[in-house]
């Protein structure tokens, strides 16, 4: 069992070849349960296998059914079955191979599996390698919602093979940039500076830029998280920029519509719209928002869903407290507040923001 | 959310009258759900939602059908949809109303939902007073095994109420005593005295003695979980006495058969016995045992499950290592050693405890 407190994450290219030796190090586990999905594991599986056994574990593997609405309770029991079935105990070590839901999927599985065993990340996508797979929350979803049901369980170690970038969809990509724009926007002047001049050549899908950019998102993250690891003094809640709506866009135009990336994009662009107006924020950051946001592939979508569901929605949200919704607004670059905002003003922003969207359409 | 150092427990007649009062020093939630089963919500739930409202608390109440084998994933399905539909948030709380396996479930719930909010208990049995509602473990069980999903979880707060106690029916007064012999078996030599010369209080349900068995075993468990909360360091591990072949005849005969104090008691029997041979163990400690339960009501089986069986069990369960099997030993009063016995010799033990079993029977 992980306490918590620090964990190694490994960036490269080619890494996974010394996957199997760089996590000897750090478990004495006889079994290692390899979770993947029915996507990554036909093009990964095998090849993590080998390294793995070649270092003396002795490896099960797990393949579940991609997709978001495959990360449910149903899966969870699944998963718990067959980790008994093969024998697996306290001692041993469960891997996540894959994207966000293989990740939180995996990482509640072994925060839960006899009271928890030590747990390992091997992101696959761009999104993971940047957000989820650093930070230790994870969640599966409920008839009811969203990331309703998890834990905090940090992994004993991260491993980010760039190499794995190779087969990932545009669209992958596209979602990815979202949490990476997000993270620069909130982080420091460095990285906002640096993100400005690279944004080009991260939508390229430049190599060297997207090593730089994984860095520097996993320094952020990690960061507030140490700071505030289970969500108590409301540090980490940071991270929660462009999510509020964000997520309810998600969930009332359906998961595989549009990419996470797309909705938390919209979301930021939402909050900076409200900022704009309550913190006297300088219309430049809201103006260079749009246009980083727009290089990266971002576009803002051409209508919002409507807005008494998306408040609606934005009410059953986790992050809400009453029947007031919390937004993560930026007060100046590099600097956000959280803010709980009653349903009357939030109504009129939400009429405003959309009708100016109609108003751009008819341009 | 817990930081799992250090809680209140209280302990008396009558105290659930000032719950709500002392709740309200623990926590700022505006909710609470209280979790309560078939049997327990009849007698008592009425009353303590009452006690929680005069509080300020907005009250909820969520019934589980009474048993063990209700301790499933449908059901914390079926909670963790309610908290939902019922509006609950991060800074909510969790209130636990039963035995040990409605705190089980309420802790394993408590400790998922939204990853996690706070939880309390309010044991109803005299076992949950003396064991389950210290400690922080929760499981529930999965098509597989027993407790095989769960995390570690402290509560906020315990409130034990003597009172509860009046409509204990005796065969869980006799469950309780199982867990109380194994506290002063493996206590300071003060505890065992103590528990030698009120044995007999106890077995006539003495009101007094009964509290202050509830203090010792709160303040002996309290120790040993201080030194290793997440099972890491092996102190912990001795909280098994008993457990190893008790879970195994408690899954082979079927819960409800026996209750879980017998299977335990017999556990204890049958190490003392394994002790006796591997350590020299003084036969006073193992006749003095046996008397001990005895009064307690705790009477030694007439038969064990087949060997065989009973070994394949103790391999599935938890605490098991490989293919070999581990024990908690008492190697004399108030110490003890955890032993990890090859399937050979295991069986052997197995087989001639069974047969003495057998020639008793004859006399």
Redesign the interface.
């Known amino acids: 069992?992980p306490d918590g407190s620090s964990y190694e994450v490994r960036v490269g290219r080619g890494t996974i070849a010394r996957f199997g030796e760089s996590l000897r190090v750090c478990t004495d586990a006889?079994k290692a349960l390899l979770i993947s999905d029915s996507v990554v594991s036909p093009l990964y599986g095998q090849r993590v296998r080998e390294v793995l056994e070649e270092s003396g574990f002795e490896v099960s593997d797990l393949c579940m059914p991609a997709g978001e609405e495959n990360k449910n309770?149903d899966v969870?029991?699944e998963l718990?079955?067959a980790m008994?079935?093969l024998?697996f105990?306290?001692?041993d070590v469960v891997i996540a191979l894959g994207g966000g839901v293989v990740g939180d999927m995996s990482g509640?599985v072994a925060?839960?599996?006899?009271?928890?065993l030590d747990f390992v990340q091997v992101p696959t996508t761009l999104l993971s390698m940047v957000d989820a797979s650093v930070g230790g929350?994870n969640?599966i979803n409920?008839?009811?919602?969203k990331n309703?049901?998890?834990?905090?369980n940090q992994p004993i170690y991260v491993l980010d093979d760039l190499d794995f970038l190779a087969t990932l969809p545009d669209r992958e990509w596209t979602s990815a940039f979202a949490e990476i724009a997000k993270s620069a926007f909130l982080g420091s002047e460095h990285f906002y500076d640096w993100f400005t001049q690279n944004a080009h050549l991260l939508a390229t899908h430049d190599i060297e830029a997207t090593h730089d950019a994984i860095l520097r998102c996993i320094e952020f993250k990690a960061g507030i998280v140490a700071a505030d690891e289970?969500?108590?003094t409301g540090v980490r809640e940071s991270l929660n920029y462009g999510h509020t709506l964000g997520h309810a866009i998600e969930a009332l135009v359906g998961y595989g519509e549009l990419t996470h990336g797309q909705a938390i994009a919209e979301g930021m662009r939402f909050a900076a719209y409200i900022a704009a107006d309550a913190f006297d924020l300088s219309e430049d950051f809201v103006a260079d928002q749009d246009i980083l946001l727009d290089m990266l592939g971002l576009k803002s979508l051409e209508q919002l869903p409507d807005p008494e569901k998306l408040y609606e929605k934005m009410c059953?949200d986790?992050k809400?407290?009453?029947r007031s919704v919390r937004f993560v607004l930026p007060s100046r670059q590099g600097a956000c507040e959280t803010v709980t905002i009653p349903r009357g003003i939030l109504m009129g922003y939400l009429e405003s923001y959309a009708s100016r969207k109609k108003a751009n359409d008819k341009l």
Chains 1, 2 share one sequence.
């Not at 409920?142 to 919602?145: E, F």
């Not at 309703?148 to 905090?152: A, K, W």
Request: glycine share 16%; no cysteine.
């Open positions: 069992m006889t309770v969870a029991r718990w079955d008994s079935l024998g105990g306290r001692d509640f925060a839960t599996y006899m009271r928890g929350k969640g409920t008839a009811i919602g309703l049901v998890g834990t905090f289970q969500e108590q059953s986790k809400t407290r009453d």
